[in-house]
T-cell receptor, first 113, second 118 residues
Framework: GAGVSQSPRYKVAKRGQDVALRCDPISGHVSLFWYQQALGQGPEFLTYFQNEAQLDKSGLPSDRFFAERPEGSVSTLKIQRTQQEDSAVYLC???????????FGSGTRLTVV | AQKITQTQPGMFVQEKEAVTLDCTYDTSDPSYGLFWYKQPSSGEMIFLIYQGSYDQQNATEGRYSLNFQKARKSANLVISASQLGDSAMYFCAMREGKITGGYQKVTFGIGTKLQVIP
């Protein structure tokens, strides 16, 4: 597609529920990033993929967070046993190899109740 | 220490006037890049402008220019001729390390909310 597509746009989860957030990057973009943006804050890095390889997951806040990109295109961020502090906008971004800027998706707003 | 510091939580500017949004950064890496992104209320992050640490001239993109002062470690965004559609959050961000190899983790500041007044 023309841009980075994220779904769902909004997600309400009950505390303890598992959720899966999808990111469809721009076709051919090698790099894919997940960011978490809490209300009133800047995006915080979660994890990075180069093709299907997860090269950096240092930003994942706990072992309840898991991300994958099995075929080097679509990526899924999974959060198990959601907690209220997981409420945030989850942004996905992609870029070509060696490029210095990202293209972001519109994000998924997760609300845990 | 914070890698990116934006000290202006909110700014107001009159329509058609220029405005400067402040950003300072902290890095010991000689190769880095600085970005500005715009985030309107819709939530999407929109890339505005980029400055590489070795670039000799300040970056410009239409009404946006980046006032890069390397010795002071500042990378202020200047928006000329403000428009109502410029009202949004603005984030300064930094990439550290060489861009070869494809991995460029970017660190964001906390943002400045700009409101353009008619």
């Amino acid at each position: 597609g023309a841009g980075v597509s994220q779904s769902p746009r909004y997600k309400v989860a009950k505390r303890g529920q598992d959720v899966a957030l999808r990111c469809d990057p721009i076709s051919g973009h090698v790099s894919l990033f997940w960011y978490q943006q809490a209300l009133g804050q800047g995006p915080e890095f979660l994890t990075y993929f180069q093709n299907e390889a997860q090269l950096d997951k240092s930003g994942l806040p706990s072992d309840r967070f898991f991300a994958e990109r099995p075929e080097g295109s679509v990526s899924t961020l999974k959060i198990q046993r959601t907690q209220q502090e997981d409420s945030a906008v989850y942004l996905c971004a992609s870029s070509p190899q060696g490029f210095y800027g990202y293209t972001f998706g519109s994000g998924t707003r997760l609300t845990v109740v | 220490a914070q890698k990116i510091t934006q000290t202006q939580p909110g700014m107001f500017v009159q329509e058609k006037e220029a405005v400067t949004l402040d950003c300072t950064y902290d890095t010991s890496d000689p190769s880095y890049g600085l970005f500005w992104y715009k985030q309107p209320s819709s939530g999407e992050m929109i890339f505005l402008i980029y400055q590489g640490s070795y670039d000799q001239q300040n970056a410009t993109e239409g009404r946006y220019s980046l006032n890069f002062q390397k010795a002071r470690k500042s990378a202020n965004l200047v928006i000329s001729a403000s428009q109502l559609g410029d009202s949004a959050m603005y984030f300064c961000a930094m990439r550290e390390g060489k861009i070869t190899g494809g991995y460029q983790k970017v660190t964001f500041g906390i943002g400045t909310k700009l409101q353009v007044i008619p």
